[in-house]
């Protein structure tokens, strides 16, 4: 059946060039396993903002209203960064994730085996990692009111930016998180600081609340957000699930990536809530950026935006055989000692970006 | 001469045992250095809570306003962790900070020689580290109005944060920051989100024209929060003199220290505006806790708070000197091989707090 409405917004660096190997995985669906997809393409980021004037056309808007999950690659680069704040190509992941109310960003930190030492840290610390990060994502003090910069009497500058969340806002992402965590090992630590905040505060507590009502097999506990960097860093094999608002999840979450040395092999999901029958707004990108230093020369690893479509798979269309079957596949290439230039390593072999991806679609 | 007023706070915890050690040292400067100093004592904390009722009594924020330096333990630990807001251990620090204007938070994350193994971080990325965090301390989203958790009509909870920074508060900490990497290598990486954030707009924008006018001779770049969380867990010897907000300087200086492995080795200072003459109101406190679960067992680390005492002597009495001699003192005890619990490695001898401060005296 071809109602599986996908819509590709490959952005600008290494963002098509990463999403063309995906494109080769989607037509071996369809040839091998009957799985056809409804596909489109869109704008976004610079390349957006070249072609139409803005990061985020509405016409991107609409098209990602109307699909039924977005792949999205990456965006942004130095010709674009001196813009104001908006033309930015950043725009167009924060105003798709507003205009579709994702909340919920899942950010999984993944260490495969053969890529234990891409780490930074000793071995025997990230060996076998498989934590994920439930970020919130449409609220905090990235969209709170009111924000600006304006000029006192004195003629003095003064900036100012508001982080607001509502009880419903936290139980929502809450509840993604503690799904979650009842799905694999029922270890739950939200984080916030609630020390300081006030939003830190109604978190804990809601949270809380929300884990003795609905949720009473899951272990749940509560960091502040300085003391989990610290643990991520120390002792990061102590975490499954770690829920965190908008700003902190920013942070934790590239700390928690940046701890399995293996940005180019992370994927990650963006999700609305879902309606009466069940469907859901959803977004799936790497959690690499466009990467304009190395954009266009087919050295870019493709895994990230590989496994991004197999967290589709899984998430928006429940085919987990299908996604297992992607992942299964990326890692035994890199058990074969593939590797692109991002994750090279004594005795492996270095590879391209369409290397990689026929390696990937040979063992698929 | 003993016109130099030193308030000592030893707090909560760990706080009194660690103490005693530097009060040794003290008495050692007065035999042999002919140095003395008016010494006061006063309460923060938990233990000032039981005592009078608040955190940060009223006397406590006096004797600090007219001692020349405060020499701070650590506060906190579970009997008080139930306590509402404004009864809470923490607000000791956060109200002695507010009231002397102690803005520019000095954390330095250094990896000494014979520590190298402590850290989770392989020994090639941490051996030699040695970069300073400058953090906003009195302002931001710690005291921004508006704040509070209300109750909408809907019945359901909301909170609010509010993040500000007018441009004389980012500047005269970026000028701390500027003075620091001019007399070290050089370089600033000044840290903000920039592509989200106004006050993030704002500091860059303060930050750069402060570097334009006054310091072109330092390096100064700027990089958003999530991507220096990640570079300091993956190249952190890129870093010489890190400056952030509050907010971002508590999660990333927590990071940085937690690089170290060493948290009981680490001290900070926190320092206010000089006046005509000179003098600054200065906070020195070791950045590890108040460490509940082995208070009062003798086993404690008192390097951190001695090296805060050296800090002391530095910045609040320009005692290059003697800050020096304690700082070789503690590196070859480390050199000789006795460590605490907290330190210990392969090969090395575990000692409690006392005779760990007794090797350091007699290296004196
Ligand atoms: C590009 C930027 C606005 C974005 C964010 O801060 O959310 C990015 O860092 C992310 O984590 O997706
Ligand atoms: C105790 C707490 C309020 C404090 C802070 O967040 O500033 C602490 O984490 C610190 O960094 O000194």
């Given amino acids: 059946t071809a109602n599986k409405k996908l819509l590709v917004l490959p952005g600008d660096g290494i963002g098509p060039e990463v999403m063309r190997e995906v494109r080769r995985i989607i037509e071996w669906m369809d040839r091998r396993r009957h799985v056809s997809f409804t596909l489109e393409e869109g704008q976004v980021g610079g390349a957006a903002l070249e072609a139409t004037g803005s990061p985020c056309p509405d016409e991107t808007v609409e098209r990602a209203l109307g699909a039924d999950a977005v792949l999205f690659g990456s965006v ?52 076998g990692l498989d934590l994920m990060i439930v970020r919130e994502s449409t609220g905090g003090i ?61 978190w804990r507590a809601v949270v809380s609340e929300i884990g003795k009502a609905e949720y009473p097999e899951v272990e749940l506990s509560h960091m502040y ?28 979450s590239d700390l928690a990536a940046a701890l399995t040395g293996s940005l180019g092999m992370l994927p990650s999901a963006t999700l609305g809530a879902p309606d009466a029958t069940g469907r859901r707004h959803a977004l799936y990108e790497p959690i690499h950026g466009s990467a304009p230093d190395i954009a266009g020369k087919g050295i870019a690893n493709p895994c990230a935006q590989m496994l991004s479509f197999a967290m589709l798979l899984r998430w928006s269309f429940g085919m987990e055989e299908d996604a297992k079957l992607i992942e299964a596949a990326v890692e035994k290439v890199l058990a074969g000692g593939l590797r692109t230039a991002d994750i090279m390593g004594p005795g492996t072999a270095r590879v391209g970006t369409s290397v990689m991806g026929d390696a990937i679609l040979r063992e698929l």
């Fill in 76 to 127: 942004g680069g130095p010709r674009w960064d001196s813009l104001p704040f908006d033309k930015r190509p950043e725009l167009g992941i924060l105003r798709l994730r507003k205009e579709l109310g994702l909340f919920a960003n899942l950010r999984p930190a993944v260490v495969l085996n053969p890529l234990v030492d891409a780490s930074s840290l000793k071995p025997d610390l990230v060996r």
């Fill in 142 to 202: 990235y969209f709170g009111e009111p924000r600006g910069i304006e000029t006192l009497p004195n003629g003095k500058r003064r900036g100012v930016d508001t982080e607001v969340y509502t009880e419903e806002e936290i139980a929502r992402v809450a509840r993604v998180a503690f799904d979650l965590a009842r799905k694999r090992t029922g270890r739950l630590t939200s984080v916030e600081k609630a020390n300081v905040m006030q939003t830190g505060r109604l």
């Fill in 225 to 252: 957000a300085d003391n989990c960097a610290m643990q991520l860093c120390s002792r990061p094999k102590q975490f499954d699930v770690v829920l965190a608002s908008n700003l902190f999840g920013d942070l934790l």
